[in-house]
């Protein structure tokens, strides 16, 4: 058979609603039609995308990854029947916290000086590739170990680790701090998109408790308030700055990676020269 991009597009709306019932009446078609056409893609690629049940729909784990591909693949198709892509085609940057720390004004200057032909988009997406893996972006500006598959990424530096905690803590009064200081407290745990999990600390020794978060504003909220202390990268005291927060250096934890990512395969042309000048901007 022959895949079209309705195929895709009823994949994308049953993968968000997890029923097939569901996601029929939002398209407005029957239930045995789009059946049918999950059957169909599952037919066509040779894989089950789906686990079925009578009330709940899980994708499977080829089921995520195509979730992934269709939602890149669409992406793209509608930036190039943009009627606005045909004067411009911006390059559009992702990240989820911070960017590329201080050096991001730098960046954006450079760019807007040497190439302002191709206009230069930063945005902020909360999910694991910052819009990436699913066609939002071009590319995506990320910390910590990047797993999804069918990326490139490039290295760009390493940023040592800080507690940032309410200015009245008691671990204010420390010049430094250490993983065993921390063992009594709660940890702000941003379960979208950190770089902190309970495994930076010994098994024997890790903190009393937890408090999970989906994004920076929680995060930074939850710990301004006193409710917890949090991990981050030297880039966040230069970018998210709040009169009740105070920042003190983490001493005995590994840094973090920080990298460019960007799709396998055809993407933006201007993604090689954003490699470079991310590299020129941090060099200097």
């Not at 930063?122 to 066609?135: C, E, M, P, S, W």
């Not at 966040?236 to 009169?243: D, F, Q, R, S």
């Not at 840094?255 to 990512?261: D, G, T, W």
Request: with cysteine; aromatic share 4%; hydrophobic share 45%.
């Amino acid at each position: 058979m022959t895949i079209e991009l309705r195929h895709l597009r009823a994949f994308l709306v049953i993968a968000e609603e997890g029923n097939v019932t569901r996601a029929a009446a939002r398209l407005h078609v029957g239930q045995p039609a789009l059946s049918r056409t999950l059957r169909q893609l599952e037919g066509h690629l040779g894989a089950r995308l789906a686990d079925r049940s009578t009330h709940h729909l899980e994708l499977t784990a080829e089921g995520r990854l195509f979730r992934d591909k269709a939602a890149a693949a669409l992406a793209t198709v509608e930036t190039a029947l943009d009627p606005a892509g045909l004067r411009t085609w911006p390059l559009r940057i992702g990240h989820t916290w911070a960017a590329l720390g201080d050096h991001t004004v730098a960046l954006l200057r450079r760019w807007d000086a040497s190439r302002p032909e191709v206009p230069l988009e930063l945005l902020r997406v909360d999910d694991r590739t910052a819009g990436l893996t699913r066609g939002a972006v071009d590319a995506a500006l990320l910390r910590g170990t990047v797993t999804a598959a069918g990326l490139r990424t490039e290295l760009l530096r390493r940023e040592e680790r800080v507690v940032v905690m309410a200015r009245d803590s008691p671990l204010a009064a420390l010049t430094e701090v250490r993983l065993r200081d921390l063992t009594a407290c709660t940890i702000a745990l941003n379960t979208v998109s950190g770089t902190t999990t309970s495994d930076l600390w010994p098994e024997s020794a890790r903190p009393a408790s937890t408090l999970e978060v989906t994004n920076t504003d929680e995060w930074l909220i939850a710990i301004a308030a006193g409710r917890a202390v949090g991990v981050t990268t030297s880039a966040t005291p230069a970018n998210y700055t709040h009169p009740a927060l105070a920042h003190r250096p983490l001493v005995d934890a590994p840094p973090v990676p920080l990298v460019l990512a960007w799709r396998e395969g055809l993407g933006h042309p201007a993604v090689p020269d954003l490699v470079t000048l991310a590299h020129e901007v941090l060099a200097t």
